[in-house]
């Protein structure tokens, strides 16, 4: 989920995976690159720091997901979950 001031994602590590704090600022890299190449950003894109929130059962999963979605009605920018135009799935990511 895309919103003005701030990125929403859910993520899974692979086996092998790199630590996360080495992937969040892999990530903020390539995408800070990207975007001040492509959209004309000013860096810096994004802030040095993150927050992240390990989800441990399904049901934190699904409170998390629907917290989420809701963000931009929340922040008066649309009136329902599904006119929110950045947000989306990549790859679905079932909680097991």
């Not at 979605?69 to 947000?87: H, I, M, S, Y």
Request: neutral net charge.
């Amino acid at each position: 989920m895309l919103m003005p001031d701030h990125v929403h994602f859910f993520a899974r590590p692979s086996a092998g995976a790199k630590p996360l704090g080495i992937w969040h600022k892999m990530w903020k890299s390539v995408t800070a690159r990207r975007l001040t190449k492509e959209l004309s950003f000013t860096p810096p894109v994004w802030q040095d720091d993150t927050f992240d929130h390990i989800l441990r059962s399904a049901e934190s999963y699904q409170t998390k997901w629907e917290y989420v979605r809701e963000n931009p009605v929340r922040a008066g920018l649309c009136l329902k979950t599904e006119d929110w135009p950045w947000q989306g799935e990549i790859n679905s990511l079932p909680f097991e």
